[in-house]
T-cell receptor, first 113, second 112 residues
Framework: DAGITQSPRHKVTETGTPVTLRCHQT?????MYWYRQDPGHGLRLIHY???????DKGEVSDGYSVSRSKTEDFLLTLESATSSQTSVYFC????????????FGQGTRLTVV | GNSVTQMEGPVTLSEEAFLTINCTYT??????LFWYVQYPGEGLQLLLK?????DKGSNKGFEATYRKETTSFHLEKGSVQVSDSAVYFC???????????FGSGTKLNVKP
């Protein structure tokens, strides 16, 4: 299994509070992604990173920011959590040079009350 | 733009039945195609992949063929088991493998 760890695995937070989710990889892969999974929508890309300090928006980036200061860590921040951000969040990584598939973390279940 | 469309579920089958889950895609260039499986409470795992037209990906009795002429990558299995109950996602990646695009997922329920 690819070395991807997400933390926390579960979190309940109140509306309006900031929340940071962490993704840590031990594979030294270049690309890292944050997705959210909601019933009927499959996986939707929030943000992705193609290198240290290089990030770009996905299709549902509003209300989220990311940072990547080291190859192994990719942080997702909800600046002011809303109930619509209640979801399961997945981190994924891909490499280059033949590492063509995406590897996923176990997910973080976030509930905003 | 790139997108993936897969059949809606849930799909309910009896054990040993034949499975087909349809997947079609829209893409520019030459994407790679994937099927991922998600068991309850877990992340997605790669089931199989195909990187060019006419390639057949296979794993654990599942198969899918990359059909460029019909822009399809349908998942098949000849005889499903209860343990195959999961959600299946079709996906494509662009030529540089920079971005992945996922279908909405199809839940499969297999009854004994």
């Amino acid at each position: 299994d690819a070395g991807i760890t997400q933390s926390p695995r579960h979190k309940v937070t109140e509306t309006g509070t900031p929340v940071t989710l962490r993704c840590h990889q031990t594979e030294n892969h270049r690309y890292m992604y944050w997705y959210r999974q909601d019933p009927g929508h499959g996986l939707r890309l929030i943000h992705y990173s193609y290198g240290v300090k290089d990030t770009d928006k996905g299709e549902v980036s509003d209300g989220y920011s990311v940072s990547r200061s080291k190859t192994e860590d990719f942080l997702l921040t909800l600046e002011s959590a809303t109930s619509s951000q209640t979801s399961v969040y997945f981190c994924a990584i891909t490499g280059t040079g033949g590492y063509t598939e995406a590897f996923f973390g176990q997910g973080t279940r976030l509930t905003v009350v | 733009g790139n997108s993936v469309t897969q059949m809606e579920g849930p799909v309910t089958l009896s054990e040993e039945a034949f499975l087909t889950i349809n997947c079609t895609y829209t893409a520019t260039g030459y994407p790679s195609l994937f099927w991922y499986v998600q068991y309850p409470g877990e992340g997605l795992q790669l089931l199989l992949k195909a990187t060019k037209a006419d390639d057949k990906g296979s794993n654990k009795g599942f198969e899918a063929t990359y059909r460029k002429e019909t822009t399809s990558f349908h998942l098949e299995k000849g005889s499903v088991q209860v343990s195959d109950s999961a959600v299946y996602f079709c996906a494509l990646s662009d030529e540089n493998f920079n971005k992945f695009y996922f279908g909405s997922g199809t839940k499969l329920n297999v009854k004994p």
